[in-house]
């Protein structure tokens, strides 16, 4: 039988099982198997030729018992609504897993950006905005970048968000560049925040990661932080790392200078003096730490038992299938779930939408405090919570035990609320 790889259809296979553990009363579950909102938007963007193309795109807000939607805006040619659903999901989980005041939303729009000049880009990207406007809001729902959309973007809308309003709104979004309040420390917080995760899980492990063997898998934003940090903060070895085309590998560990290097001639492939492997290969390297930062379904049934790793720290979104996640747990592999991993991007985002909000804006110092108090407290949670259902006699893995935590928040807040 083919292995369900459809993104939607994963959230919910993970939400089922949670709520099945949890004995999740049967009116919250219907609520939160699906949306509670689903906008497809079609505009016209007017090209540099004097042409006009028509997108198409979505915002979702999955669910807002817990406060405003919250949730990136991904430009991406094979974007779907089935992705956003499942990014729309798992942003509610996070953000409940953080204990921060959201609920969670995504958005995205199936475009080539790479295709797009800057003019054509800002086009697209104020279209987008305006034809979203009346369904976010810095008390509605609050986007912030994603794929191929970067702070440039984020401030392109708030200008357009803030003409449309006639005020200024810059706390309608996060990401946004430091010239439009946007938060110290933000850029790079996904990263920090899955540091911070990694320390607390080396302790665990008791994992020495001075020279630990790491691989990543991406090099993007996420990707290049998280090789350039887990080196700088513990002298970790990098010693794999993949892009869309291919990866590198050499014992002796990778350089970030030449890594970048090659990756402005295209790919990290064209990095000297390492050995070319192929995206599956990099996965099952024997490593003490393997980062998944590139897109969701790389690790499934078919590779999970080739996982060859102390550590899987999930800084992508989705990196693991449900199938995939049963067969690491039984063969003892510690896999630290995305939206504990990555909620440090989120968590920054709440930490700008407050300073915007207020007024008030504090140091990258503050910040990165700030961020490691929460993200440490989430992860000392879901210990404590697989802990718990371990003396109840079930043995349940972190993402179950994320996910306990986090519909219990949420279908609390649905409660008291009287939505069922």
């Not at 369904?135 to 003409?163: C, H, L, R």
Request: hydrophobic share 40%; aromatic share 10%; glycine share 8%.
């Amino acid at each position: 039988m083919t292995e369900e790889l459809n993104p939607f259809k994963i959230a919910q296979a993970q939400l089922d099982e949670a709520a099945s553990i949890m004995k999740l009363d049967k009116q919250a579950h219907s609520i939160l198997r699906e949306p509670m909102q689903t906008v497809t938007v079609n505009f016209p963007v007017r090209m540099r030729d004097g042409s006009t193309n028509t997108y198409t795109g979505f915002r979702i807000l999955y669910n807002n018992a817990r406060g405003p939607g919250k949730g990136g805006i991904r430009f991406h040619p094979q974007e779907s609504v089935d992705t956003v659903k499942a990014l729309s999901a798992w942003m509610t989980w996070k953000c409940a897993l953080a204990d921060i005041p959201f609920g969670g939303a995504k958005g995205g729009v199936v475009v080539d950006t790479k295709k797009l000049s800057e003019q054509e880009l800002e086009g697209l990207s104020r279209q987008y905005i305006r034809s979203i406007e009346k369904f976010v809001g810095p008390f509605t729902d609050v986007p912030a970048p994603d794929v191929y959309t970067n702070p440039q973007v984020m401030a392109w809308m708030a200008d357009e968000y803030s003409k449309m309003h006639g005020r200024d709104e810059f706390g309608m979004i996060t990401g946004k560049p430091l010239e439009l309040w946007g938060s110290q420390g933000r850029f790079d917080s996904t990263a920090v925040g899955g540091m911070y995760v990694l320390r607390e899980a080396a302790k665990l492990k008791k994992l020495n990661l001075r020279n630990a063997k790491v691989a990543i898998q991406g090099f993007g934003n996420a990707g290049n932080f998280a090789f350039d940090l887990v080196t700088k903060m513990f002298k970790a070895k990098v010693v794999a790392i993949s892009d869309s085309q291919g990866g590198v590998y050499s014992e002796k560990g990778l350089d970030y200078k030449k890594l970048e290097e090659a990756k402005q001639h295209g790919s990290v492939m064209y990095y000297k003096d390492a050995r070319r492997i192929t995206n599956d290969e990099l996965l099952e390297l024997d490593v003490d730490v393997l980062i998944p930062a590139a897109i969701e379904n790389q690790i499934t049934k078919r590779n999970a038992d080739k996982i060859n790793t102390k550590v899987l720290l999930e800084l992508a979104n989705g990196p693991v299938t449900p199938e995939a996640d049963r067969i690491l747990h039984e063969r003892g592999v510690l896999d630290l779930p995305d939206f504990l991993v990555n909620s440090g991007g989120v968590i920054v985002s709440y930490f700008e939408w407050a300073q915007n909000i207020s007024g008030y804006y504090w140091t990258k110092e503050e910040v990165y405090k700030k961020l490691d108090t929460i993200i440490t407290r989430s992860f000392s949670d879901v210990l404590a919570a697989q802990k718990a259902y371990k003396g109840l006699g079930r043995k349940v893995n972190l993402r179950m035990a994320a996910y306990i935590i986090a519909l219990r928040r949420v279908a609390g807040a649905m409660k008291v609320r009287g939505w069922y």
